[in-house]
C-alpha cells in the first residue's frame, strides 16, 4: 500500500540513491526530478503529489524561486526545503516563504522519515496518542472524583477535565469525546453535593477565594509599582475559553501566574461582579451601599455602579494613592472608543476595564439560529470566542501597549455551563426570570435538583421580601414553569446558561501577566 506521494527535486539527485530507496521500501512512490522547471511541470500535471522535497541551490532557478512558484498555485501542499548552507538569512527567507520543514545536508534516512510522519501523519498519531492517554487517565479521574476532594483538588481536576476536551478537540474520536463529556457530567453532579455541603463555610471564611475577595488577595499585592496596571474582565469568560486565548495572548505577554477563584452563587453578573467590585457579599452591599444595589425584582441596571464601588472598596482597603479609571464595553462603539483612546489610560497606575462581548455572545447563541450553528458544541463555542478576540478591539489595544511597561491581569465573573434538562418550578410573577437560580416567594421545586437557600442572608445574599428564598440549579438543569412547557424546553435546551452551581460557572481564573 503506498503510503504517500512524493516529489523530490534536486541536482545531485544520483547521490541521494539510499535516501530514496529507503523511502521506497517504507511505502512511498517518489518522483526525481534535477531542476525547479521539471518540478513546475510535475506539479502542473499531478495532482497528487502528497509532499515536496526540495533543494535550495539548483541551476536554472534556485529552491526559494521555485518555493515561491509553488506556493503561488498550491499553498496547501507540504514542502521540505533541503540545503547545504546553513546561514540565517536563508533560513529566515524560507520561514518566510512557508515551508513546512527543513533540513542540513547530508540528511539520513530516519531524518526524511521523520520529517514525512511530522507533517503527512503528524494528526493521526497525534490522534492515536491522545486516545491512549486518555484511556488510561480516565480511570484515575473516575476514581478522584468520587474521593472526597477540597476546593483546590475540585479546580484541579475541572484543569485537566479542561485540558482533555481541547486535547480532543483536535481528534475525530468522537466516541472519546463522548465518554469525557459524560466523565465531566459525573464531576458535575458530585461537584454539586461537594458545594451544597461546604459553600455556607465558604461564606464564613472557610474556603477558597470567592468572588469579593479578588480584588484585595489577587490585585492589590500584584499592583507593579512604576508600571501601568491593566485588568481586563471579561464577561462570562470560562476557564476553558481562556485557555484558548491564552496562546493568543501569551505571543506579546507572559503568564507570570495564574489562580483560580470561585465565584460566589448566584453565578451572575448581578451578583458575582458588583461582589468583585466591591469587595463585598451582596448581602453587605445592600447594608452599606443600599443606593447602589438593586433585587431581582426592581427595575434598572444591576450593574451600573461598579465604579462607584471599587471606588469604596481602594478606599476601604488600600492605602496608597494612586491614579485609576474604570470602563465598561457595552457596545462596538465603546470598544471603538476604547482603541482610539488606549494610549490615554497609560497615564492611569491602575485602568479596570470590563469587557461585556462574551455574555451577548452566549445570550446571541440563544436567539439566533445561525450562531447555533456555529457555536453548536463546547469546541464550536470555543471557536467562535478565539474568532472573536483576535479580531477584536481589546486584542488590538493589548498589542498596542505591550511596550509601554504594562502588568496585565485578565480575569471573569463568572462561567456558563450547555444546559439539558429541565426542572419545573411554580412561583409568583415576583419572582426572577433567571434559568439556573430563583428568588421568590413560595417557590415549588424538584429538591434532588438544586440547593435551597430558606435563609439568604447566611449565605451572604440580600433578602428582597422576609419570605424570600434562592434555589440554585445543580449539574446541568434549567429551570421552566409548567406554562407553555413544551415550547421553552425546545428554547433553552442546549444553550449556555449561568447562575448555578457547576463546574463551568464557579471555577474562573485570575491570570497575572507581564510584557515578553
Known amino acids: 500500500m503506498v503510503k504517500a506521494r512524493i516529489l523530490w527535486a534536486d541536482d545531485e539527485i544520483d547521490l541521494l540513491k539510499p535516501q530514496l530507496f529507503f523511502l521506497k521500501k517504507k511505502g512511498y512512490d517518489v ?16 495532482k497528487e503529489i502528497d509532499c515536496i522535497f526540495l533543494d535550495e541551490s539548483m541551476p536554472g532557478i534556485t529552491g526559494l524561486e521555485t518555493l515561491e512558484k509553488i506556493r503561488s498555485q498550491n499553498i496547501n501542499i507540504p514542502i521540505v526545503m533541503i540545503t547545504k548552507n546553513e546561514a540565517e538569512d536563508l533560513m529566515e527567507q524560507a520561514i518566510g516563504s512557508q515551508i513546512d520543514d527543513y533540513l542540513i545536508k547530508p540528511v539520513n534516512p530516519n531524518q526524511i522519515l521523520l520529517s514525512l510522519k511530522k507533517l503527512m501523519d503528524n494528526k493521526r498519531l497525534v490522534s492515536e496518542k491522545t ?3 486518555y484511556q488510561q487517565e480516565f480511570r484515575s479521574i473516575a476514581m478522584d472524583i ?8 475540585w479546580a484541579t481536576l475541572y484543569q485537566r477535565i479542561i485540558n482533555w476536551e481541547l486535547k480532543l478537540d483536535e481528534s475525530d474520536n468522537d466516541q472519546l469525546k463522548g465518554i469525557l463529556e459524560m466523565q465531566k457530567k459525573d464531576a458535575n453532579k458530585e461537584f454539586g453535593r461537594y458545594v451544597t455541603s461546604n459553600y455556607l463555610s465558604w461564606i464564613e471564611g472557610e474556603g477558597p477565594a470567592l468572588s469579593h475577595d479578588i480584588i484585595k488577595q489577587f490585585l492589590l499585592p500584584n499592583l507593579a ?3 501601568k496596571n491593566f485588568l481586563v474582565l471579561f464577561d462570562n469568560l470560562r476557564l476553558d475559553q ?4 491564552e496562546p493568543i495572548i501569551s505571543e506579546l505577554y507572559r503568564v507570570e501566574e495564574e489562580k483560580t477563584f470561585y465565584s460566589i452563587l448566584p453565578t451572575a453578573t448581578q451578583y458575582s461582579r458588583n461582589a468583585i ?20 425584582n426592581e427595575s434598572g441596571g444591576k450593574n451600573q455602579y461598579e465604579k462607584e464601588l471599587l471606588a469604596q472598596q481602594l478606599k476601604r482597603i488600600y492605602n496608597k494613592d494612586i491614579k485609576w479609571d474604570y470602563l465598561k464595553i457595552r457596545n462596538i462603539n465603546d470598544a471603538k472608543d476604547l482603541q482610539d483612546n488606549i494610549h490615554n489610560y497609560l497615564q492611569n497606575d491602575l485602568t479596570v476595564i470590563v469587557y461585556n462581548f462574551i455574555d451577548m455572545l452566549s445570550h446571541a447563541r440563544t436567539e439566533m439560529e445561525v450562531l447555533k450553528e456555529l457555536a453548536g458544541d ?3 463555542y470555543r471557536s467562535l470566542t478565539k474568532s472573536w478576540f483576535v479580531n477584536s478591539p ?19 465573573d463568572h462561567g456558563t455551563i450547555r444546559v439539558h434538562n429541565p426542572s419545573k418550578v411554580i412561583a409568583d410573577r415576583e419572582t426572577s426570570t433567571n434559568l439556573r437560580y430563583k428568588v421568590g416567594k413560595n417557590l415549588r421545586f424538584q429538591k434532588k435538583e438544586v440547593l435551597d437557600v430558606d435563609d439568604p442572608h447566611k449565605y451572604g445574599l440580600p433578602r428582597p421580601n422576609i419570605s424570600s428564598k434562592f434555589i440554585f440549579a445543580t449539574d446541568d438543569y434549567f429551570f421552566l414553569y409548567p406554562n407553555n412547557y413544551a415550547r421553552y424546553h425546545k428554547m433553552y435546551t442546549d444553550t449556555f446558561q449561568h447562575g448555578g452551581i457547576s463546574l463551568e460557572e464557579m471555577i474562573c481564573p485570575f491570570v497575572i501577566l507581564n510584557p515578553k
Not at 468520587?146 to 483538588?153: K, P, R, V
Not at 448581602?283 to 433585587?295: A, F, T
Not at 481589546?394 to 485578565?410: G, H, T, Y
Open 277 to 296: 467590585f466591591a469587595g463585598m457579599l451582596p448581602r453587605d452591599i445592600q447594608k452599606n451601599y443600599g443606593q447602589y444595589w438593586l433585587n431581582d
Open 131 to 133: 486516545a491512549s492517554d
Open 31 to 46: 518522483i526525481e526530478v534535477t531542476n525547479g522547471h521539471d518540478a513546475l511541470e510535475v506539479i502542473e500535471n499531478d
Open 378 to 380: 463546547e469546541k464550536g
Open 146 to 153: 468520587q474521593s472526597g476532594m477540597d476546593h483546590e483538588e
Open 242 to 245: 481562556w485557555r484558548i486565548l
Open 225 to 227: 509599582e512604576g508600571k
Open 394 to 412: 481589546i486584542w488590538q489595544c493589548l498589542q498596542a501597549i505591550v511596550e509601554k511597561n504594562v502588568r496585565l491581569f485578565v480575569t471573569t
